[in-house]
């Protein structure tokens, strides 16, 4: 259960496909050229092929626990966390202000992809501290940012986030979590928060909750809620952590998969919190951290991908069943066939994630409107479209195994354990997909369409070297702009029953697009074979995919209650 990081696709996309040269030509990250870019993520890939691969089956066979109140890490965490806080990977895009690399968001997100597929549990840990890293550069005072991003940054404290609760689920206006005014300028946090990632552990020296509750003047719904800092240690004068918080895990639960990350119940007893940004404000604050979030999610499905498909296409190297001319059974057509949809998909899952930090980091060094429009428009299809991708590979791979991928030593079920709660994370795929037909189409389909000209372009630029991969890319774009002016027309509550298969047939698009780039990069490689499998083979896909986005609303909600039941 080796890896192996894929260095050549980072290189392949991030110079020719996804337009990262246009990153490292602005004034902000003009040290980020190929070079420097190039060296950081060998870096990484050492680091996660090296240190933190041989942890991942030690996070599943021996889980978190809660001991005396306090969560015991898996064998060889600490020392995996120590590898990413000294090698500053928690830290790769935070502002050089506070001890950041300062490096575009484009970077990490594929130094995250390979801690993904390299120990997903562990890599949970930095990825919620890199959002509360965002959130408070972005909201919190200057006082706040001074004593907790420096210690954020290097990994010495750790951060999480507390949105949902018991009552309230996705439904995050129905939290009942309550902040009372301490009169010194803190407040007192009371509640109880669920499925808190990595809410403690026994590694760092401190914890730092960001936490959703209502002021006694908040009112109902989103609108009331303020967003509030509460550490497990309150810092003492010199800014070191000192007593302990009112806080504490009241269990940590029993999961399908990641067992390694402790998925916490929090409860705040009347503890000390600081307020971030503005009373009332909390959702606009913690929605920075949560975009983070869904991007990183998104990669946590290519990561997880990316470690299936390697192991899957070991085994069918290594297994012998049959006569084939390989001498084992990746000769097999159908072996043939799975292994090639998987990297297909892992490939242009992993290109729109990244084509989205581009995007990000676009916006962030030139201010532009359009690129943070981009940013938008694509995140919700990131993050459902990598994550269906990583559980689909992920269970392709385990088909691979046959038999032997039911049994747990080959360590193939784990990765579809472990990657299944991805398209929960962060907003559910459906919730995805509504935000993607309802406030992304806001704009009466602008943004959707200044990329479809794009791909159309690129199409109509490609078609005199290869046609037969080029045609069909323009058409399925054709064919998309059809469905999206339908969509648009329409009231966005008729849009939602349509929203999963338009979302999807959007990221099946996208995907014969970046394999078509990726063909025209490389002509005589093979990755033109793997984009002619794509764009002959699965982009075919978005004709269903979209005639379903055509139909609307009025049969699927015709069908009662009374009509599902048993």
Same mark, same amino acid.
């Given at each position: 259960?080796?890896?192996?990081?894929?260095?050549?696709? *980072?290189?392949?996309?991030?110079?020719?496909?996804?337009?990262?040269?246009?990153?490292?030509?602005?004034?902000?990250?003009?040290?980020?050229?190929?070079?420097?870019?190039?060296?950081?993520?060998?870096?990484?890939?050492?680091?996660?092929?090296?240190?933190?691969?041989?942890?991942?089956?030690?996070?599943?066979?021996?889980?978190?626990?809660?001991?005396?109140?306090?969560?015991?890490?898996?064998?060889?965490?600490?020392?995996?966390?120590?590898?990413?806080?000294?090698?500053?990977?928690?830290?790769?895009?935070?502002?050089?202000?506070?001890?950041?690399?300062?490096?575009?968001?484009?970077?990490?997100?594929?130094?995250?992809?390979?801690?993904?597929?390299?120990?997903?549990?562990?890599?949970?840990?930095?990825?919620?501290?890199?959002?509360?890293?965002?959130?408070?550069?972005?909201?919190?005072?200057?006082?706040?940012?001074?004593?907790?991003?420096?210690? =954020?940054?290097?990994?010495?404290?750790?951060?999480?986030?507390?949105?949902?609760?018991?009552?309230?689920?996705?439904?995050?206006?129905?939290?009942?979590?309550?902040?009372?005014?301490?009169?010194?300028?803190?407040?007192?946090?009371?509640?109880?928060? %669920?499925?808190?990632?990595?809410?403690?552990?026994?590694?760092?020296?401190?914890?730092?909750?960001?936490?959703?509750?209502?002021?006694?003047?908040?009112?109902?719904?989103?609108?009331?809620?303020?967003?509030?800092?509460?550490?497990?240690?309150?810092?003492?004068?010199?800014?070191?952590?000192?007593?302990?918080?009112?806080?504490?895990?009241?269990?940590?639960?029993?999961?399908?998969?990641?067992?390694?990350?402790?998925?916490?119940?929090?409860?705040?007893?009347?503890?000390?919190?600081? =307020?971030?940004?503005?009373?009332?404000?909390?959702?606009?604050?913690?929605?920075?951290?949560?975009?983070?979030?869904?991007?990183?999610?998104?990669?946590?499905?290519?990561? %997880?991908?990316?470690?299936?498909?390697?192991?899957?296409?070991?085994?069918?190297?290594?297994?012998?069943?049959?006569?084939?001319?390989?001498?084992?059974?990746?000769?097999?057509?159908?072996?043939?066939?799975?292994?090639?949809?998987?990297?297909?998909?892992?490939?242009?899952?992993?290109?729109?994630?990244?084509?989205?930090?581009?995007?990000?980091?676009?916006?962030?060094?030139?201010?532009?409107?359009?690129?943070?429009?981009?940013?938008? *428009?694509?995140?919700?299809?990131?993050?459902?479209?990598?994550?269906?991708?990583?559980?689909?590979?992920?269970?392709?791979?385990?088909?691979?195994?046959?038999?032997?991928?039911?049994?747990?030593?080959?360590?193939?079920?784990?990765?579809?354990?472990?990657?299944?709660?991805?398209?929960?994370?962060?907003?559910?795929?459906?919730?995805?997909?509504?935000?993607?037909?309802?406030?992304?189409?806001?704009?009466?389909?602008?943004?959707?369409?200044?990329?479809?000209?794009?791909?159309?372009?690129?199409?109509?630029?490609?078609?005199?070297?290869?046609?037969?991969?080029?045609?069909?890319?323009?058409?399925?774009?054709?064919?998309?702009?059809?469905?999206?002016?339908?969509?648009?027309?329409?009231?966005?509550?008729?849009?939602?029953?349509?929203?999963?298969?338009?979302?999807?047939?959007?990221?099946?698009?996208?995907?014969?697009?970046?394999?078509?780039?990726?063909?025209?990069?490389?002509?005589?490689?093979?990755?033109?074979?793997?984009?002619?499998?794509? %764009?002959?083979?699965?982009?075919?896909?978005?004709?269903?995919?979209?005639?379903?986005?055509?139909?609307?609303?009025?049969?699927?909600?015709? %069908?009662?209650?009374?009509?599902?039941?048993?």
């Amino acid at each position: 259960m080796t890896y192996r990081a894929p260095l050549d696709d *980072f290189r392949l996309l991030l110079n020719h496909i996804v337009g990262f040269d246009s990153v490292s030509k602005t004034a902000r990250f003009e040290d980020a050229t190929t070079e420097t870019v190039e060296a950081i993520l060998s870096e990484a890939a050492k680091m996660c092929e090296e240190v933190l691969t041989p942890l991942n089956r030690n996070g599943d066979l021996d889980p978190a626990v809660l001991e005396n109140g306090k969560v015991r890490s898996s064998n060889g965490f600490a020392d995996g966390y120590k590898a990413i806080a000294d090698g500053g990977w928690v830290a790769v895009s935070a502002d050089p202000e506070f001890g950041g690399m300062g490096l575009p968001l484009t970077v990490t997100t594929a130094v995250n992809d390979m801690m993904v597929s390299s120990n997903m549990a562990l890599h949970l840990n930095p990825l919620m501290t890199q959002g509360q890293i965002e959130a408070l550069e972005h909201h919190a005072c200057d006082e706040l940012k001074a004593l907790y991003l420096p210690k =954020l940054v290097t990994g010495e404290w750790a951060g999480t986030m507390n949105l949902t609760e018991p009552q309230a689920g996705s439904d995050v206006g129905a939290l009942s979590s309550k902040a009372e005014p301490n009169g010194d300028g803190t407040y007192a946090i009371t509640g109880q928060k %669920i499925f808190i990632s990595w809410g403690d552990n026994d590694f760092t020296e401190n914890v730092c909750h960001l936490v959703l509750a209502r002021l006694p003047d908040g009112v109902a719904g989103t609108k009331g809620i303020s967003l509030f800092l509460v550490p497990r240690n309150i810092p003492d004068a010199d800014g070191k952590p000192g007593e302990a918080n009112s806080l504490k895990v009241v269990s940590v639960e029993h999961k399908m998969g990641i067992h390694g990350s402790p998925t916490c119940v929090m409860s705040f007893e009347g503890a000390r919190g600081w =307020l971030v940004g503005s009373e009332h404000d909390g959702m606009r604050a913690m929605f920075t951290m949560m975009n983070n979030a869904r991007l990183g999610v998104a990669v946590q499905g290519v990561g %997880i991908a990316e470690r299936a498909y390697q192991q899957a296409l070991a085994y069918a190297n290594e297994r012998k069943q049959g006569r084939t001319a390989e001498g084992s059974i990746i000769g097999h057509a159908d072996v043939r066939r799975m292994l090639a949809s998987m990297k297909a998909d892992t490939f242009a899952a992993r290109a729109i994630a990244l084509s989205v930090a581009v995007a990000l980091d676009m916006a962030n060094a030139t201010g532009d409107a359009e690129w943070q429009a981009r940013a938008a *428009f694509l995140t919700p299809i990131a993050k459902a479209f990598g994550t269906d991708t990583g559980i689909e590979v992920a269970n392709t791979g385990l088909q691979v195994h046959g038999g032997m991928g039911f049994i747990e030593e080959t360590g193939a079920a784990q990765y579809v354990r472990d990657v299944r709660v991805t398209a929960i994370y962060e907003g559910t795929n459906g919730i995805q997909a509504m935000d993607l037909v309802g406030r992304k189409l806001m704009d009466g389909g602008e943004a959707a369409y200044k990329l479809l000209d794009e791909i159309e372009a690129f199409a109509e630029g490609a078609r005199a070297i290869m046609p037969d991969l080029a045609e069909p890319v323009w058409q399925a774009s054709e064919n998309l702009r059809e469905t999206t002016e339908a969509l648009v027309a329409r009231e966005v509550s008729d849009r939602f029953a349509v929203a999963v298969p338009f979302l999807r047939g959007f990221a099946r698009v996208l995907g014969g697009y970046f394999h078509l780039a990726a063909a025209m990069a490389k002509p005589d490689g093979a990755e033109a074979k793997l984009a002619a499998f794509y %764009i002959k083979r699965l982009l075919p896909e978005h004709l269903g995919l979209l005639a379903h986005a055509r139909e609307g609303a009025d049969d699927l909600m015709g %069908i009662s209650p009374d009509d599902l039941a048993v």
